[in-house]
């Protein structure tokens, strides 16, 4: 699993990197099916702008892509709400894939309970 951090208008420090990097491994703990994370951290020099600090992530899985973005007035909580965010959607991802390989009822099975239900209704 490989995680690339880049920077617009921003220096990459390591302590920033490290944060990244500890973020995205607890998205991976949920789903291993992940195969890379882009980061791209961008600050907006415009002062008028309140939310100036910008964390985007492309995450490729196995079968998709996924694309977030998050703003906030700090670099560490837009890597936050970046991180909560994808952890979210890897999740959604996850039981949609899962739920598609087992689908839980068929159209057979789901009018033989409702006859059952009906039957046990009128027999009460």
Known sequence: MQIIVNGRNIE???AI??????????????????????????????PSVADSHVAEAKCNIAGARIHIEEKAESMYASIDLLADKLNRQVQKYKDKVIKGKHKADSIRTASNEEAEETEEATVE
């Open 12 to 14: 990459i420090t390591p």
């Open 17 to 46: 990197k490290a944060y990244v990097k500890e973020k995205m491994a607890k998205v991976v703990e949920h789903y291993d099916q992940l195969i890379d994370f882009e980061v791209i951290l961008t600050v907006i020099k415009n």
